[in-house]
């Protein structure tokens, strides 16, 4: 009940709709449905405004200068006082230029070269998604709360912003929130200060929107390099990466369908293959999915901290 009231006292902030588009996400339209019937137990979730309903609290003022959530590539902040000494400013690259990095680089996308302190395998056969929260989520927010299992969560700074209600909802079901940064960019193509103000403004609307403050994250499209690491290790983020990809956002081209999903991860519980499984909770193909993947592997409250150490802490 309380996240019904949150939800109605969330107030609405005027930013221009273009600046909020999330290019990874299905179009969204600007009707008022609601997914009452799936999340009763919370109170009605608003869907599809794609704006920030999240209040900028003035803590977050005092700190940056601003009084609205920032677009997709959020400003570095002076002020915040982060040592950028020893960091080189390079190399950079891009997903398409992998052709210029080197080994010494240890690039995960390129390379799937893994730092020392990166988790990408877990004693455990685990569920991770991604890119959320999204109004497709407390369907299986829903399926969790029934089952009594718990997931990991990766979730976008800027979807936090947009919806508020469904991320308290996550946290209030106990589920492990770590952040997957502020607006999905591929951090080795970025300067040292954007890449800190990606990690920054993701920690920030976490702790504004439920008082979360992650300890894990995940780089979009494994975009993660030495650079990048010392960057996320001096922001008190360890890189948590993924061995077993389900594939399940070529669903929504139907280039892969449930049944082969399903097979592989059949395949994967038979054998007993552990490790950490890659998802998305922001369609409602990936949901579905999602739900019959916790019916076979659901583990109760194992999470991906539990991929580290058993007595891991969630948050700082
Ligand atoms: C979206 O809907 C809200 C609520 O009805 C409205 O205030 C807002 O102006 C709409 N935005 C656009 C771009 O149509
Ligand atoms: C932040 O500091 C840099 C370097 O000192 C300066 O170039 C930039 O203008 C400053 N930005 C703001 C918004 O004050
Ligand atoms: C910044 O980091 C460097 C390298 O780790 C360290 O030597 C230096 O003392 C740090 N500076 C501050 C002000 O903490
Ligand atoms: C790397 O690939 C990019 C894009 O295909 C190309 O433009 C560039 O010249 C290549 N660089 C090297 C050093 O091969
Ligand atoms: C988290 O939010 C509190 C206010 O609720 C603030 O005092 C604190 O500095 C924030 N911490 C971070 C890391 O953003
Ligand atoms: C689940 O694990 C977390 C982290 O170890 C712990 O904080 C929490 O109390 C556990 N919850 C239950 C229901 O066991
Ligand atoms: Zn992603």
Same mark, same amino acid.
């Given at each position: 009940?309380k996240?019904?009231?949150?939800a109605?006292?969330?107030?609405?902030?005027?930013?221009?709709?273009?600046?909020?588009?999330?290019?990874?996400?299905?179009?969204?339209?600007?009707?008022?449905?609601?997914?009452?019937?799936?999340?009763?137990c919370?109170?009605? &979730?608003?869907? *599809?405004?794609?704006?920030?309903?999240?209040?900028f609290?003035?803590? $977050?003022?005092?700190? =940056?200068?601003? @009084? +609205?959530?920032p677009?997709?590539?959020?400003?570095?902040?002076?002020?915040?006082?982060?040592?950028f000494?020893?960091i080189?400013?390079?190399?950079?690259?891009?997903?398409?230029?992998?052709n210029?990095?080197?080994?010494?680089?240890?690039?995960?996308?390129?390379?799937l070269?893994?730092?020392?302190?990166?988790?990408?395998h877990?004693?455990?056969?685990i569920?991770?998604f991604?890119?959320?929260p999204?109004?497709?989520?407390?369907?299986l927010?829903?399926?969790l709360?029934?089952t009594?299992?718990?997931?990991?969560f990766?979730?976008?700074?800027i979807?936090?912003? &947009?919806y508020? *209600?469904?991320?308290?909802?996550?946290?209030?079901?106990?589920?492990? $929130?770590?952040?997957? =940064?502020y607006g @999905? +960019?591929h951090l080795?193509?970025?300067?040292?200060?954007?890449?800190?103000a990606?990690l920054q403004?993701?920690?920030?609307?976490?702790n504004a929107t439920?008082?979360?403050?992650?300890?894990y994250f995940?780089?979009?499209?494994?975009?993660v390099?030495?650079?990048?690491?010392?960057?996320?290790?001096r922001?008190?983020?360890?890189?948590?990466v993924?061995?077993?990809?389900?594939?399940?956002?070529k669903?929504?081209?139907?280039?892969?369908?449930?049944?082969d999903?399903f097979d592989?991860?059949?395949?994967?519980?038979?054998?007993?293959?552990?490790?950490?499984?890659?998802e998305?909770?922001?369609t409602?193909?990936?949901?579905?999915?999602?739900?019959?993947?916790?019916?076979?592997?659901?583990?109760?409250?194992i999470?991906?901290?539990?991929?580290?150490?058993?007595?891991?802490?969630?948050?700082?």
């Amino acid at each position: 009940m309380k996240i019904t009231v949150l939800a109605v006292l969330t107030t609405f902030c005027s930013v221009s709709m273009a600046s909020f588009h999330a290019p990874w996400s299905r179009p969204f339209t600007n009707t008022s449905n609601t997914i009452s019937d799936s999340l009763s137990c919370f109170g009605p &979730v608003q869907k *599809d405004f794609y704006y920030p309903r999240a209040n900028f609290p003035k803590w $977050l003022s005092d700190i =940056t200068g601003l @009084h +609205r959530w920032p677009g997709l590539s959020p400003p570095y902040v002076n002020g915040t006082n982060f040592n950028f000494s020893g960091i080189p400013e390079g190399p950079l690259y891009t997903q398409q230029s992998c052709n210029v990095t080197s080994h010494s680089q240890c690039s995960f996308d390129c390379d799937l070269c893994v730092g020392p302190k990166d988790i990408r395998h877990c004693n455990y056969l685990i569920q991770t998604f991604d890119d959320g929260p999204t109004p497709d989520t407390p369907t299986l927010l829903h399926h969790l709360h029934k089952t009594g299992n718990k997931a990991s969560f990766f979730v976008l700074g800027i979807q936090v912003v &947009v919806y508020p *209600d469904v991320f308290r909802a996550m946290h209030y079901e106990g589920h492990f $929130l770590a952040s997957h =940064t502020y607006g @999905h +960019r591929h951090l080795p193509s970025l300067s040292n200060r954007d890449i800190v103000a990606q990690l920054q403004w993701a920690t920030w609307a976490m702790n504004a929107t439920a008082g979360v403050i992650p300890k894990y994250f995940r780089p979009p499209f494994g975009g993660v390099d030495n650079r990048v690491r010392m960057i996320a290790e001096r922001l008190g983020l360890t890189v948590i990466v993924w061995d077993l990809d389900t594939n399940d956002w070529k669903l929504t081209d139907q280039s892969r369908t449930l049944v082969d999903i399903f097979d592989q991860i059949q395949v994967w519980k038979t054998a007993n293959i552990h490790g950490i499984l890659l998802e998305h909770d922001n369609t409602m193909i990936s949901v579905d999915a999602g739900i019959e993947i916790s019916n076979i592997v659901g583990n109760g409250n194992i999470t991906a901290a539990n991929c580290k150490d058993d007595s891991a802490a969630w948050y700082g």
